[in-house]
C-alpha cells in the first residue's frame, strides 16, 4: 500500500515499538502521512565504533512529498534526538512547544542546520492544523519539561497519541497533567489510544519529583565531603533539586556536563530556572573547602566522555573526588546501561568514593506510568482500540491485555513495521514494511545490516587475515605469498606459515585455465587461508587476497 485512502486511518511505527527508544511514528489518511517524532537510540557497546542508532525512514522518504509535517512530543532524545540526522531525508516542516525547539535549535546549529530546517512553535495546549489532520497538544507530565500528549483528529475518528507521561502530582517544574482535558476526549470519543508502555510490569504509581527533592537533600546533608550528584541532564526538576540540596546543605553546586549546561540555557531561555542557585564555574569550584562543594554531573549511565566518568577515572579537567566523597546516582541503568554503570561504580570505589543510588534510597522516580496510572489514563480516554508503543513486545503484549481488563474493545500489537488499519474497523496489521536500523557512523549514516559493519563486526570478534600472491600469467609462483595478520595470534609465526604451505597446495591444485581466472585464484586463496586459521585457532577471520600477476 502506498497511498493511504480518504476512507481509512492508518498507523505505522517505524521506531520505538517492539523496543523502548529510537521513536517514529506515522498516521496515514487522506493521501497525507503525518510524522510524531523522529528519536535515536543507543546501542550496548556491541557494534564496534557505533554509539548512536536510529529508525531508517525509507518507507517515507519515498513518500515525502505527502509528508505534511513533523510534530514532537517533547526534547528527550528518543524522540528528537534523529531531526539533525534525518531532516535533510525528509524535508517537512517541524512543530514543537518552544522548550523542545529551544533544545533542538541547539542541535541544528551544531549540525549547520539552524537556518535550514524550519521549525514552528506551538504554544502548551495549542490547536493547529496540518490537513487533513486536526491537531491538539495535551500537556502531560513527564522527567522533562513541556511533555505533550496528541489529540489527532480526522474525520474517521480521533486518535489519542500519548507520548511519554506519567501521573505526577507535584511535578515541580511545568504544568500538571491537564486531566480535564483528557476526560474531554474521553467524552467526545476517542477512537484509539496509542500509549507508552515502558511501565506496564510496574504496580502502584511511579512516584513524584517531590518525594525525590526532599529524599535527595536528606543523603546530600548526610555528606562530610564531597559531592557529586548524577541524574539525565533532561530531568530538570531532579537537577534544580540537586542544586537545592547544595545550598540547603551551604554547598556551592557547581554544573559539570555540556548537555546539562546546555539543558538549563535552553529552559531559562523559555522561561523555566529563572530563579536557579548561582553556580560556581568548575573551572574554580577546585578553591572551594570539600565540604562546601556540590557537583551536578552528567553520566548516570556511565558515557565513558561524561563529568562522572572523567571524575571516576581522574581525567576532568577541574574537578576532582578523592577517598571520602560521595557519588549520589539519582537515575535508574537503562537496560543495556549495566557494564558501564558497574565499571563506573568499580572506578568511584576503588577510589574510596561512596556510592548512593536508588537501590539505598528512594532518590529516583520514573517518568514512565506504572499499571495504576495506565488504568486511570483508560479510564479518562475510554478509547475503543488500544495500540501499545514505546515497549519491547513483551511490554506491548502486556499492555495489551491491560487494556482489555480497562473494557477496551480492541487491541493490536504491532511492531515496528506493522501497518495498522485503525479505521474502518475492526483495527489489525494490513501489511508489513522495512523497518530497518540506521547507525551515525562518523559524520555519516549506514544501515546498520550493511557490509561494512557486518565486516568491523567480524574483524571484532575474528581477527582479519590478508594474503599477498605475486604469480606469473600462467599462475606460476613468482614469490612466496606474503600474509598479514591482525587480532590473530602468531607469535612464533608457525600460523603464517602454515597458511603459505596452505595457499602454495591451493595453487597447485588449479587447473590451468582456472589459474588463467584472478577471481577464481582470490577465492580459492581465501578458502585456503580460512580454513588453516580455522583448523589452528576455531576462528573465521576477515580475509583479503590480492593476487599481483608479473
Known amino acids: 500500500m502506498t497511498v493511504p485512502g480518504s476512507d481509512e486511518l492508518l498507523f505505522l511505527a517505524l521506531g520505538g515499538a517492539g523496543e523502548i527508544g529510537m521513536n517514529l511514528n506515522l498516521y496515514g489518511h487522506a493521501g497525507k502521512w503525518l510524522m510524531v517524532d523522529l528519536g535515536i537510540g543507543f546501542t550496548d557497546g556491541s557494534e564496534p565504533g557505533i554509539e548512536v542508532v536510529m529508525p531508517d525512514p525509507a518507507f517515507i522518504v519515498e513518500r515525502r512529498a505527502d509528508l505534511v509535517g513533523i510534530v514532537l512530543t517533547h526534547a528527550h532524545e528518543d524522540h528528537l534526538g534523529a531531526v539533525a540526522d534525518l531532516w535533510p531525508r525528509l524535508k517537512a516542516p517541524v512543530y514543537a512547544t518552544p522548550f523542545a525547539a529551544s533544545v533542538l535549535r541547539r542541535k541544528l546549529s551544531e549540525a549547520g542546520l539552524r537556518d535550514t530546517v524550519p521549525v514552528r512553535e506551538i504554544p502548551l495546549g495549542g490547536k493547529f492544523s496540518l490537513a487533513p489532520f486536526e491537531l491538539e497538544l495535551v500537556t502531560m507530565t513527564h522527567s522533562i519539561l513541556e511533555p505533550n500528549a496528541l489529540a489527532v483528529r480526522t474525520p474517521l475518528g480521533t486518535v489519542f497519541h500519548t507520548g511519554d507521561w506519567k501521573i505526577d502530582p507535584e511535578p515541580l517544574l511545568g504544568d500538571l497533567t491537564d486531566e480535564a482535558m483528557l476526560r474531554r476526549i474521553g467524552e467526545e470519543g476517542a477512537l484509539a489510544m496509542v500509549c507508552d508502555?515502558?511501565?506496564?510490569?510496574?504496580?502502584?504509581?511511579?512516584?513524584?519529583?517531590?518525594?525525590?527533592?526532599?529524599?535527595?537533600?536528606?543523603?546530600?546533608?548526610?555528606?562530610?565531603?564531597?559531592?557529586?550528584?548524577?541524574?539525565?541532564?533532561?530531568?530538570?526538576?531532579?537537577?534544580?533539586?540537586?542544586?537545592?540540596?547544595?545550598?540547603?546543605?551551604?554547598?556551592?553546586?557547581?554544573?559539570?556536563?555540556?548537555?546539562?549546561?546546555?539543558?538549563?540555557?535552553?529552559?531559562?531561555?523559555?522561561?523555566?530556572?529563572?530563579?536557579?542557585?548561582?553556580?560556581?564555574?568548575?573551572?574554580?569550584?577546585?578553591?572551594?573547602?570539600?565540604?562546601?562543594?556540590?557537583?551536578?554531573?552528567?553520566?548516570?549511565?556511565?558515557?565513558?566522555?561524561?563529568?562522572?566518568?572523567?571524575?571516576?577515572?581522574?581525567?576532568?579537567?577541574?574537578?576532582?573526588?578523592?577517598?571520602?566523597?560521595?557519588?549520589?546516582?539519582?537515575?535508574?541503568?537503562?537496560?543495556?546501561?549495566e557494564r558501564s554503570v558497574g565499571r563506573l561504580h568499580n572506578a568511584l570505589m576503588a577510589r574510596g568514593v561512596e556510592i548512593v543510588d536508588d537501590s539505598e534510597a528512594d532518590i529516583h522516580v520514573s517518568g514512565h506510568p506504572a499499571r495504576q496510572e495506565l488504568i486511570r489514563m483508560y479510564q479518562w480516554v475510554r478509547p475503543k482500540i488500544a495500540v501499545p508503543v514505546h515497549g519491547e513486545v513483551r511490554h506491548m503484549i502486556e499492555h495489551a491485555a491491560l487494556a482489555r481488563t480497562c473494557q477496551v474493545p480492541e487491541t493490536v500489537v504491532a511492531p515496528n513495521g506493522s501497518l495498522v488499519r485503525l479505521a474502518p474497523g475492526p483495527a489489525e496489521v494490513i501489511d508489513h514494511v522495512p523497518a530497518g536500523r540506521l547507525a551515525r557512523d562518523g559524520d555519516g549514516l549506514v544501515a546498520l545490516d550493511s557490509a561494512s559493519l557486518r565486516d568491523r563486526r567480524k574483524l571484532l570478534w575474528n581477527g582479519a587475515a590478508a594474503a599477498t600472491l605475486v604469480i606469473d600469467r600462467k599462475g606460476r609462483p613468482m614469490a612466496t605469498p606474503r600474509v598479514s595478520l591482525r587480532g590473530i595470534e602468531d607469535e612464533d609465526g608457525a600460523l603464517s606459515a602454515a597458511i603459505v604451505e596452505g595457499l602454495g597446495e591451493m595453487l597447485a591444485d588449479l587447473s590451468g585455465s582456472e589459474r588463467g581466472d584472478d577471481g577464481r585464484i582470490e577465492e580459492a586463496a581465501r578458502q585456503a587461508v580460512r580454513r588453516v586459521v580455522r583448523a589452528h585457532l576455531g576462528k573465521k577471520p576477515l580475509t583479503d587476497v590480492h593476487i599481483v600477476r608479473i
Open 197 to 337: 508502555s515502558t511501565n506496564v510490569f510496574v504496580e502502584g504509581e511511579a512516584g513524584s519529583e517531590a518525594t525525590v527533592r526532599a529524599n535527595l537533600a536528606a543523603e546530600v546533608a548526610k555528606a562530610r565531603q564531597r559531592v557529586a550528584v548524577t541524574c539525565f541532564a533532561s530531568n530538570l526538576a531532579r537537577v534544580e533539586s540537586a542544586a537545592l540540596a547544595a545550598v540547603a546543605a551551604g554547598r556551592h553546586p557547581v554544573l559539570s556536563g555540556r548537555a546539562l549546561q546546555r539543558m538549563v540555557e535552553a529552559a531559562q531561555e523559555c522561561g523555566y530556572l529563572l530563579d536557579f542557585p548561582e553556580c560556581v564555574p568548575e573551572q574554580q569550584a577546585g578553591y572551594l573547602p570539600r565540604d562546601k562543594v556540590l557537583y551536578i554531573c552528567t553520566g548516570s549511565q556511565g558515557e565513558p566522555r561524561a563529568a562522572m566518568a572523567k571524575l571516576a577515572f581522574g581525567e576532568h579537567r577541574d574537578l576532582t573526588l578523592e577517598a571520602g566523597d560521595t557519588a549520589i546516582f539519582s537515575s535508574r541503568i537503562i537496560p543495556g546501561n
